[in-house]
């Protein structure tokens, strides 16, 4: 009995092992080559992103005032503005004239820098970089606490009122267009944290909710759609990028949700463990870079990416891909069609010394709320326009996720934002969203 208990050990043990084997083998077998497989350059799948997104620095509003120092050609900056878009910011001449301490006359904002004036616009700098409830005190006191501009504001169209707004803000801060967004930018992360964080929530209610106060509450809006959503949805805040590759380096997958084909920046930055979330959907490759089908394409296995940086060339080799059924989409038509829901896997390689440096995966469906759930080995990844997606109650525009679900630890980055967006301030968003004032989204119509 011994024997042939020891004989039956043997062999259960020796059938252990080949399947074993097998089921190792499976797992670390890669899909067959395509014999359709293609090289191409990153200008030819990501050239979009190349040639129009910027990485904006995120800049202490208060050092416009060495700008205004070093800088001869503010004063006919601002008068160039100004003369171009007159008509628009009329009903703002008295804040305007009591800024630049002059009177304007036939249309015209005659201005020379003097102390007078510099004075003046470092105040507001301060305010605006260390005091912004001091900031919504001076727009009251220069004539935005009123019901009367509130109704010329609701009595005319919204892109106008955009407009004066954001022209106003751009008279502060007249210099190179490049350094001029750049600016606004940082202000308007300044005015995003302002309006939804917690501690400075109270402020924004009042500006919400009460009509003498609420042009004082488009001024930001204005700044926060235009900045961030409406021109600058394709952009990326550096301080976010850099907080990415500290949780990279720390060992953790980003999340990009609704990614679309915007990697280009996280692969710049060497961040190389990546998941992409998005429906890829056939109506929409205005998002997305031009070489966006070929991405995913099904017979496509072997394809490579070449990617040169100044210091290093990176190879992407599609290694992977799976079909999972399909979804249904509603196309910007108006009509709905399936989709197929796949996933592709991009192996990144530094092409040098042929070491794998990680993965990009491309899952092609819709997110869901189980997306949103965090854990120690994952950063959440957004884009500012799909945040407000992700947290309004509007049943016609949300995408079926609730923030009220989210843990109390939630943090979600956002690629416009120097910080990470809370669960409190998404609740936040969402409030503020079906407030009174009913002005716009903050994520739509985007250009």
């Not at 503020?432 to 985007?446: P, Y």
């Amino acid at each position: 009995m011994m024997a042939i208990r020891g004989t039956y050990s043997r062999f259960y043990r020796f059938i252990i092992i080949i399947f074993g084997l097998m089921g190792f083998q499976g797992c670390s077998q890669e899909q067959k080559v395509s014999p359709n497989a293609e090289t191409k350059q990153a200008e030819d799948v990501f050239g979009r992103w190349i040639t129009t997104q910027y990485v904006f620095k995120d800049r202490a509003l208060t050092s416009m005032k060495d700008v205004l120092h070093d800088n001869d050609s503010y004063s006919t900056a601002v008068k160039q503005k100004y003369g171009q878009h007159a008509a628009l910011l009329a009903p703002l001449n008295h804040m305007i004239e009591a800024i630049f301490a002059t009177e304007i006359k036939n249309k015209q904002l005659d201005i020379v820098l003097d102390n007078n004036i510099t004075r003046n616009l470092g105040y507001i700098y301060e305010l605006l970089e260390h005091d912004i409830p001091g900031f919504v005190d001076f727009l009251r006191h220069h004539g935005l606490e009123s019901e009367h501009v509130n109704q010329d504001d609701k009595n005319v169209n919204f892109h106008d009122v955009i407009k004066k707004y954001c022209w106003f803000m751009q008279l502060l801060f007249a210099c190179d267009s490049s350094l001029e967004t750049e600016y606004l930018f940082s202000c308007a992360n300044r005015f995003f944290e302002f309006f939804f964080r917690p501690d400075t929530w109270n402020y924004s209610k009042k500006l919400l909710t009460d009509p003498v106060l609420f042009p004082i509450a488009r001024v930001f809006y204005s700044i926060i759609w235009f900045y961030l959503s409406g021109q600058g949805w394709k952009h990326w805040n550096g301080a976010c990028l850099d907080a990415l590759k500290k949780e990279h380096d720390a060992g953790k997958k980003i999340i990009y949700i609704a990614s679309g084909t915007d990697i280009y920046q996280l692969f710049k930055h060497k961040i190389y463990n990546i998941e992409s979330i998005d429906p890829l959907l056939p109506s929409q490759p205005k998002f997305y870079a031009d070489g966006w089908s070929w991405l995913i394409r099904e017979d496509g296995i072997g394809d490579k990416i070449t990617i040169k940086f100044d210091e290093r060339e990176l190879e992407l080799k599609r290694v992977e891909f799976r079909v999972y059924g399909t979804f249904r989409a509603k196309l910007h038509t108006g009509l709905e069609e399936d989709v197929q829901k796949n996933m592709t896997r991009w192996a990144i390689y530094d092409k040098k010394s042929g070491k794998q440096l990680g993965n990009w995966v491309i899952h092609r469906r819709f997110a869901t709320q189980d997306d949103f759930i965090m854990d120690k080995n994952k950063a959440l990844l957004v884009s500012f326009n799909e945040l407000y997606f992700i947290t309004t109650s509007n049943p016609v525009k949300n995408w079926g996720i609730d923030p009220e679900l989210f843990q109390d630890n939630f943090s979600i980055y956002v690629k416009q934002l120097r910080a990470p967006v809370t669960k409190q301030m998404g609740l936040n968003m969402q409030a503020a969203d079906v407030s009174e004032l009913g002005f716009i989204a903050l994520g739509s119509q985007i250009n």
